[in-house]
């Protein structure tokens, strides 16, 4: 949001009485919304962008043009609403106040109510993994849902939550593909039930090396991660937890394979060697070796 700018400038296309796109005297555009910023006007017609309520900028997520389309399928109180969760996330997950969080969630906020208003009911699979892998982000999904049905007198779904959260997670680490986030989580997901067949115990996911062993497998899953570990580790790892802990050491290997797999690319030796580190701290834990 940009409220920063004012003056003429001329209206693009109007998409609804509270919702239009206009084109500023150096040619960018910008998303005006207000009540009844639209009604009875046209395009070509001269707009103060004072008259604004809210402004929106293009900053590289989405075309304007996008973000108008989403902010014009949604009710004024709805926007309101989901620029309060953007701030909520920006505060407590440490995310920037991008268009990438806010008009995917904006557009699932308009269709999670409407199918609550019409009583449809979706499957989300996901919710185990959310809950285990992403605790904090699950938490403001929770809270996410409660608020809206404070601030709109709709009652969710209760597992809405759990696409919230992962929205959350998405836009931790500038995914633009919702698709790769969800697919993280699965492979993730399936590390832990590979440890816990191999070693016929459970993984405790509250526990701290487990928690640091996700916060390693979602930085591999970043878009900044390297194809290559650019950190050269100077001793053989992977030789070592072989030395020490072979079972910890061929779960590091089918655990790189999982991932190479989902990344559809082989992992280098140091990432495979930062994988060892974690399942020899996980096996000595749930093992007791």
Do not use: C
């Amino acid at each position: 949001m940009d409220l920063s700018r004012s003056g003429p400038a001329t209206i693009k296309r109007v998409y609804n009485n509270n919702v239009l796109l206009a084109e500023l005297h150096d040619g960018s555009e910008m998303v005006l919304v207000g009540k009844g910023i639209g009604f009875n006007h046209k395009a070509g017609q001269p707009v103060d962008l004072g008259v604004a309520d809210q402004r929106f900028v293009p900053d590289g997520s989405y075309a304007a043009s996008h973000v108008a389309g989403v902010l014009s399928d949604a009710p004024l109180e709805q926007i309101e609403l989901v620029q309060e969760i953007v701030a909520m996330a920006q505060a407590e997950l440490k995310l920037e106040p991008r268009q990438s969080l806010m008009v995917p969630v904006l557009d699932h906020l308009v269709f999670a109510v409407q199918r609550a208003r019409e009583g449809i009911k979706v499957d989300f699979p996901l919710r185990w993994e959310v809950s285990q892998l992403y605790p904090a982000e699950g938490q403001l999904g929770r809270r996410v849902v409660d608020l809206i049905a404070q601030r709109l007198g709709v009652q969710l779904q209760d597992e809405e939550w759990v696409a919230f959260a992962l929205h959350f997670v998405n836009q931790q680490w500038g995914k633009s593909d919702f698709s790769k986030t969800v697919s993280m989580t699965e492979t993730i997901a399936k590390v832990f039930t590979l440890l816990s067949v191999r070693w016929q115990k459970n993984v405790d996911e509250n526990a701290l090396s487990a928690a640091r062993f996700v916060t390693h497998l979602r930085y591999l899953f970043a878009p900044s991660a390297e194809v290559t570990s650019s950190t050269t580790i100077k001793v053989d790892v992977l030789a070592s937890v072989r030395q020490a802990y072979p079972e910890a050491a061929d779960a590091a290997l089918e655990v790189a394979k999982l991932i190479g797999a989902a990344l559809r690319r082989e992992l280098g030796d140091d990432e495979v060697s930062y994988l060892a580190l974690h399942t020899s701290r996980l096996y000595v834990e749930m093992t007791g070796a």
